[in-house]
């Protein structure tokens, strides 16, 4: 029997004014009518009316928040909120604290991160909340600026300074906003954060969230490679590096932490060639460090190699990089052999020494899906020499990840032209082997893409 139907704003007198719009679509008529409940019917109804007017007052406001309630993916009454706000010159402040409510009670909802960049923004416009000068550092223009920072108050987050210049100082207020001190700016943004983390401690894996810290970082120019870290303070709050550590810590296996420790270091637009040495290699052993504690997380892995690969890119932009030699280069630039060189070194540790020296037998057998030797003369599987040395190399490899690393350097030699054919033909016997060894022993749910790449090995004539 369906529930008896709902009223709550047709017999409010303070809505008597409103007719409500219902849905066009007739649910008899339809083919697979959606099931409403009468109250969420009144609440669309009552909201279609007032848009239509394009009403903005307080008792929308109310509406759009019991809508929200009732279904809080309603992208269009998250607009029309927003409109209405700013119509009404609302305290965003309080909004804030509604969002805050309305977010851990719908931790998966993506609306609540837009509508909290809205209220952002208009924070930063109306002078409520400044945005982060980067002083005493690298002094490239700060392309998210405009109508920022200012103030004399040190970086609480990072440790760095705010730029005090009076053209800085210079803001535009809302005559309908609150004129904020500094420190109660810094307080939003802190509060931000602590907001942010609580959300993480629900799920700390949650994408929107992340999505909202990087968005967070850029729009507010609080970049952290640890150049500016706060010194002993216990008043400091943690920079954002600091703050990976801690979740880091708790999950070492949480690649969006590890998406936002490259975003934090690597993501301002002055490119990798204006990175600070000592953070490449700080960054490098960060890595190491963390895959010591779970060789098979792919995350790290995956650090290292864009370590390496943006390192080597950027090596040769750094001599004739202005913005490199004035602000960031010492009296010396890492090597990138050096530093590729130590990536190799470490990931050659998680391998058998004799995959690692070639020291193994090359047979002449084609391996089957199940791993065994096909003997070429029948087709019957057999354990033949080859299969039982692949058993052995593969009991020594404590990281797939590791291997696969090594075989893309391995490859490398292969397709370098500086090397003599025998020492490219040596290369090319490990790499086959590591893709072989990948596909029967170590990762088979993978096989056929592991010997695809293998089929891809170029023909150098190996005996």
């Given at each position: 029997m369906p529930k008896p139907p709902l009223h709550v704003y047709s017999p409010d007198p303070t809505w008597s004014d409103i007719s409500p719009i219902h849905a066009p679509e007739d649910p008899e008529s339809s083919l697979a009518s959606i099931a409403y409940t009468a109250e969420y019917i009144e609440v669309t109804s009552y909201l279609r009316a007032v848009m239509s007017l394009n009403e903005q007052s307080e008792r929308v406001l109310a509406l759009t928040e019991h809508m929200i309630e009732l279904n809080p993916a309603h992208y269009t009454v998250w607009l029309y909120r927003a409109k209405v706000l700013e119509a009404l010159k609302k305290d965003l402040r309080e909004e804030m604290v509604w969002l805050n409510g309305v977010s851990l009670k719908f931790i998966k909802n993506y609306q609540i991160w837009h509508h909290r960049q809205v209220l952002l923004e208009r924070m930063v416009k109306a002078g409520i909340v400044r945005k982060r000068r980067e002083a005493g550092r690298v002094s490239f223009k700060d392309q998210n600026s405009e109508g920022g920072g200012g103030g004399d108050k040190e970086n609480r987050r990072a440790g760095s300074t705010v730029d005090t210049s009076d053209e800085t100082k210079t803001t535009t207020h809302d005559p309908h906003s609150s004129q904020w001190e500094d420190d109660e700016s810094e307080d939003i943004i802190e509060g931000e954060f602590d907001f942010i983390n609580q959300m993480l401690a629900k799920d700390a894996k949650n994408y929107h969230v992340w999505s909202y810290r990087q968005w967070l970082v850029r729009f507010l120019s609080l970049w952290d490679d640890g150049s500016t870290s706060a010194e002993d303070d216990s008043e400091q709050p943690p920079s954002e590096l600091e703050d990976l550590d801690r979740?880091?810590?708790?999950?070492?296996?949480?690649?969006?932490?590890?998406?936002?420790?490259?975003?934090?270091?690597?993501?301002?637009?002055?490119?990798?060639?204006?990175?600070?040495?000592?953070?490449?290699?700080?960054?490098?052993?960060?890595?190491?460090?963390?895959?010591?504690?779970?060789?098979?997380?792919?995350?790290?892995?995956?650090?290292?190699?864009?370590?390496?690969?943006?390192?080597?890119?950027?090596?040769?932009?750094?001599?004739?990089?202005?913005?490199?030699?004035?602000?960031?280069?010492?009296?010396?630039?890492?090597?990138?052999?050096?530093?590729?060189?130590?990536?190799?070194?470490?990931?050659?540790?998680?391998?058998?020494?004799?995959?690692?020296?070639?020291d193994f037998t090359d047979s002449g057998k084609q391996s089957s899906g199940t791993g065994t030797e096909v003997d070429p003369q029948n087709g019957e599987g057999v354990e033949g020499e080859g299969d039982i040395e692949d058993e052995k190399l593969a009991s020594g490899v404590r990281s797939t990840h590791a291997l696969d690393f090594m075989a893309e350097a391995w490859l490398e030699q292969v397709l370098d032209g500086k090397l003599n054919l025998e020492e490219r033909r040596f290369a090319s016997r490990k790499v086959e082997r590591a893709f072989r060894l990948l596909a029967t022993k170590l990762d088979p749910i993978r096989r056929n893409y592991w010997d695809w790449r293998r089929g891809m090995l170029p023909d150098l004539k190996v005996a």
């Open positions: 979740w880091l810590d708790k999950d070492v296996r949480n690649n969006s932490a590890w998406n936002h420790r490259w975003f934090i270091v690597f993501g301002r637009g002055y490119g990798p060639a204006t990175v600070r040495d000592e953070h490449w290699e700080r960054e490098l052993q960060y890595a190491m460090v963390r895959i010591r504690l779970a060789p098979q997380n792919e995350s790290p892995w995956n650090y290292i190699r864009g370590l390496v690969k943006h390192h080597v890119k950027s090596a040769p932009l750094r001599e004739d990089n202005d913005a490199y030699k004035k602000h960031i280069a010492p009296a010396r630039v890492l090597p990138t052999t050096q530093y590729r060189a130590s990536a190799i070194e470490f990931a050659s540790g998680f391998l058998p020494n004799a995959l690692t020296r070639g």
